[in-house]
């Protein structure tokens, strides 16, 4: 920013592209004041190229910053990889202060009419607040503030944010002009390009506008007798949904019933035989039991049929390397067992799985889809306090009693924490009291019977996407030979509107714990560990939790750090030595982006969290 006695912040070494400014290149604040750290954090220096070109912006949301689509270059910016490399600063107004982020840009989104577009970052910033978007519009005399990185009346690379308050002279439909007080003058300048404009809001701020050009008296180099310090801004109050739309992720599509995607046993999706050690098998998804393409990922079951050794599985998308590290179903020697995932789906619409047991069956099915944003079907996801459900040991949302081979038995599952509408409900799943292997399907009344679990002997658990009739009702049904009491914890569930709650964010799956890592000690029974997931707090994780060699049998409770324990259980693992087992979970997210689990045992456990997906705030 620059006054006209000196100019104001301007990005470093920036080359403004004719065309771009009307009246001069966008740029830094001239005559405004070096801004202070608290509640600008949100504002950003986007760097393009090998500093080829600097310019401002804001942080919009965890994984997005907002800034001029001329920014990153001259001529038409498609949507996808950014045209050059991308790099932005969040989270500190003094850029040779440490603190704050530095990411890469991995995508752009340029809106279709405006001088706007979306930066995605590598990762979501966890711990900067976004600026809201403001969706009234300015009004003629009204006091704002601009700000950003561009070069001052003295200095070419100030290294700080600037800001100044400016006044609207005039609004019309896509673009308002700003300009100083005669006794405060003030502008933008270079660097300054795709910078907030801020409307004070009690002690925040809310974004109203992007610096898309200005006059630029009394920036630095700038010619003497130029005099015209009015600045042009591109309005942002009526993208907002724009916006949103685009930042929110993918919504959710349960499929009335899982569709089978991958079945070695007969052939299904790949060629037919037991698979070798050690061997991946690629499958497709998309155009597939009513996935579509274009999808960004999809809800598995993931069922593993063991010979005498044992193993695990991993499913990733299809042409990218596999994470050594990751496993999704561990099942023992002669064992049929399922866990759920979140798994990204690439351009070609497949999937691969890596087996790691010699003469291992695999079955997938997929239970729903999650759209590509902007999207106008499926619905967002909400979190909810873990609530049981059904417990048909108690006769709790239900009949008491067994439910026996073969039979099955509805439940209504909407009118408490679940609101009714939902279309689906994702829930902790136990199967206990089993004698024999056996799997549960799950449709809403009247439809086909699908597996949505495979469980065995004794108590199996993991979670499980159900889908919800307008009545609020879901069948259940038993198919084993032996009876089963069944358990059912509500962790969230999924609105019938593609506006509400929460769209995912895929990332790729990742390790964050395993306590046997450099000879590490196993959770003692009843302790506690705090995983850190680099996520704002109160966003929701989709996590797989495996425990392995435990001494003793019990379960996992998981909760935000800093929040409140809750009663349910997550992952219920057997006696000693009878293998490992996994299950994906919702978790809210809590202070400092950690979440706390607890060993409910009375016996030691190792601990593996992986997260493969999130749901922002």
């Known amino acids: 920013m620059a006054r006209r006695a000196g100019a104001g912040a301007a990005a470093a070494g920036l080359l403004v592209?004719?065309?771009?400014?009307?009246?001069?290149?966008?740029?830094?604040?001239?005559?405004?004041?070096?801004?202070?750290?608290?509640?600008?954090?949100?504002?950003?220096?986007?760097?393009?190229?090998d500093n080829q070109r600097g310019c401002s912006g804001a942080l919009v949301d965890p994984e997005f910053v907002i800034t001029a689509t001329s920014c990153l270059g001259a001529g038409t910016v498609p949507a996808g990889p950014p045209p050059?490399?991308?790099?932005?600063?969040?989270?500190?107004?003094?850029?040779?202060?440490?603190?704050?982020?530095?990411?890469?840009?991995?995508?752009?989104?340029?809106?279709?009419?405006?001088?706007?577009?979306?930066?995605?970052?590598?990762?979501?910033?966890?711990?900067?607040?976004?600026?809201?978007?403001?969706?009234?519009?300015?009004?003629?005399?009204?006091?704002?503030?601009?700000?950003?990185?561009?070069?001052?009346?003295?200095?070419?690379?100030?290294?700080?944010?600037?800001?100044?308050?400016l006044t609207v002279e005039s609004v019309d439909a896509a673009t308002l002009r700003l300009t100083a007080a005669a006794d405060a003058p003030a502008t933008v300048?270079?660097?300054?390009?795709?910078?907030?404009?801020?409307?004070?809001?009690?002690?925040?701020?809310?974004?109203?506008?992007?610096?898309?050009?200005?006059?630029?008296?009394?920036?630095?180099?700038?010619?003497?007798?130029?005099?015209d310090n009015s600045t042009v801004e591109t309005r942002?109050?009526?993208?907002?949904?724009?916006?949103?739309?685009?930042?929110?992720?993918?919504?959710?599509?349960?499929?009335?019933?899982?569709?089978?995607?991958?079945?070695?046993?007969?052939?299904?999706?790949?060629?037919?035989?037991?698979?070798?050690?050690?061997?991946?098998?690629?499958f497709p998804v998309a155009g597939v039991g009513g996935v579509p393409?274009?999808?960004?990922?999809?809800?598995?079951?993931?069922?593993?049929?063991?010979?005498?050794?044992?193993?695990?599985?991993?499913?990733?998308?299809?042409?990218t390397t596999r994470d050594p590290m990751l496993s999704m179903v561990n099942p023992a020697p002669n064992q049929i067992i399922s866990n759920t995932a979140v798994v990204e789906v690439p351009a070609s619409g497949k999937l691969s799985v890596f087996n790691s047991g010699n003469g291992e069956h695999i079955v997938i099915d997929v239970e729903g889809y999650y759209t590509t944003a902007p999207s106008t079907v499926g619905g967002g996801f909400v979190p909810v306090p873990y609530t049981r459900l059904v417990d048909t040991r108690s006769g709790l949302g239900g009949t008491a009693g067994v439910l026996n081979s073969g039979a099955?038995?509805?439940?209504?599952?909407?009118?408490?924490?679940?609101?009714?509408?939902?279309?689906?409900?994702?829930?902790?799943?136990?199967?206990?009291?089993?004698?024999?292997?056996?799997?549960?399907?799950?449709?809403?009344?009247?439809g086909a019977n699908r597996s949505v679990m495979d469980y065995v002997a004794g108590t199996t658990s993991h979670a499980v996407a159900v889908k919800l009739g307008s009545d609020g009702r879901a069948t259940f049904t038993n198919?084993?030979?032996?009876?089963?009491?069944?358990?059912?914890?509500?962790?969230?569930?999924?609105?019938?509107?593609?506006?509400?709650?929460?769209?995912l964010r895929v990332r790729p799956a990742k390790r964050l714990l395993d306590t046997r890592d450099s000879g590490g000690a196993p959770l003692a029974a009843n302790a506690t560990v705090d995983v850190p997931l680099g996520l704002p707090q109160g966003s929701t994780a989709l996590m797989n939790l495996t425990g392995i060699n435990n001494t003793g049998?019990?379960?996992?409770?998981?909760?935000?750090?800093?929040?409140?324990?809750?009663?349910?259980?997550?992952?219920?693992?057997?006696?000693?030595?009878?293998?490992?087992?996994?299950?994906?979970?919702?978790?809210?997210?809590?202070?400092?982006?950690?979440?706390?689990?607890?060993?409910?045992s009375n016996g030691t456990v190792h601990l593996i969290a992986e997260i493969q997906g999130w749901h922002a705030p």
């Open 84 to 165: 050059a490399p991308v790099t932005v600063t969040v989270g500190r107004t003094d850029l040779a202060s440490t603190g704050g982020h530095r990411l890469a840009v991995t995508r752009v989104v340029p809106h279709p009419s405006r001088d706007v577009v979306l930066l995605k970052l590598a990762s979501p910033v966890p711990d900067v607040t976004p600026v809201a978007i403001d969706t009234t519009a300015p009004v003629a005399g009204e006091t704002l503030r601009v700000a950003g990185f561009g070069r001052t009346a003295t200095e070419w690379v100030p290294d700080r944010l600037h800001t100044a308050p």
């Open 553 to 600: 049998g019990g379960f996992l409770r998981a909760w935000p750090a800093g929040g409140a324990e809750p009663e349910a259980s997550l992952l219920n693992f057997p006696a000693a030595n009878t293998g490992a087992r996994s299950t994906m979970a919702a978790i809210r997210v809590g202070a400092d982006g950690k979440v706390t689990i607890r060993n409910a």
């Open 236 to 282: 942002l109050d009526d993208v907002a949904d724009w916006v949103q739309q685009n930042v929110r992720g993918g919504n959710f599509v349960r499929l009335p019933a899982s569709a089978g995607v991958l079945d070695t046993r007969s052939g299904i999706g790949a060629p037919a035989g037991a698979r070798a050690g050690g061997s991946t098998t690629s």
């Open 479 to 503: 198919n084993s030979g032996s009876p089963v009491h069944l358990v059912m914890t509500a962790t969230g569930y999924w609105t019938s509107s593609a506006t509400t709650g929460a769209g």
């Open 293 to 319: 393409a274009g999808v960004s990922a999809v809800l598995v079951d993931i069922t593993a049929i063991t010979g005498a050794t044992g193993g695990y599985l991993t499913v990733f998308p299809e042409g």
């Open 408 to 446: 099955s038995r509805a439940f209504t599952l909407t009118g408490g924490v679940v609101p009714v509408g939902s279309s689906a409900l994702m829930i902790d799943l136990i199967v206990t009291g089993a004698t024999a292997q056996g799997w549960v399907g799950t449709v809403p009344a009247g």
């Open 189 to 227: 300048c270079m660097g300054d390009g795709g910078g907030p404009t801020l409307r004070p809001s009690g002690t925040s701020f809310r974004l109203v506008g992007l610096h898309l050009s200005s006059g630029q008296a009394g920036c630095l180099e700038t010619p003497a007798e130029v005099t």
């Open 17 to 49: 592209m004719a065309g771009w400014l009307s009246a001069g290149p966008a740029a830094g604040v001239s005559g405004g004041t070096p801004a202070t750290q608290q509640g600008l954090e949100f504002a950003a220096q986007i760097m393009v190229g």
